[in-house]
């Protein structure tokens, strides 16, 4: 990636935009509204594919969408894991205690909320991986 690009959508741009998303989603999630809340979640690809369209040259594009999903992949794993989806929730500025945590130490089943959350970022990373080889082409 240039250097100007580097400094403009590298990976602390990529990470920014996908924490803004947790810090909408999780009150959304928590509060019951979980289709505004998978909304959000998909409006992200929205997101990547404007700002890849506004990258020059199609190269650093291409590394913009790879960097993004790779991102987007890491704190999906964080998310998935209860020790680390608390500290990274605490990073986010988000007081409230993360019921999904307090509601498996009552049950190994997992919650169907967060069963939908889950499945729709993982059904993005790959939308958003598709939508920008299709872009790049």
């Known amino acids: 990636m240039s250097l100007e690009n580097e400094s403009r959508y590298g ?3 990529c990470r920014g935009m996908i ?6 989603m999780l009150p959304l999630a928590w509060s019951g ?14 997101r990547l594919a404007s700002t890849a369209t506004a990258i020059t040259p199609a190269a650093d594009a291409l590394e913009f969408g790879t960097r993004f999903t790779k991102m987007r992949g890491v704190i999906t794993d964080v998310m998935e894991s ?6 990274f929730i605490a990073s986010l500025g988000l007081s409230r205690l993360d019921p999904v945590v307090q509601s498996r130490r009552m049950s190994n089943r997992m919650p169907l909320g967060e069963l939908a ?7 993005t990373v790959w939308d958003s991986v598709r ?3 299709r872009m790049v082409r």
């Open 19 to 24: 924490e803004g998303m947790y810090r909408e």
């Open 82 to 87: 209860e020790t680390d989806r608390a500290a």
């Open 11 to 13: 990976d602390a741009f």
């Open 117 to 123: 959350v889950r499945t729709a970022v993982r059904a």
């Open 33 to 46: 509204q979980k289709i505004r809340a998978e909304a959000l979640i998909y409006g992200v690809d929205d």
């Open 131 to 133: 939508l920008f080889f």
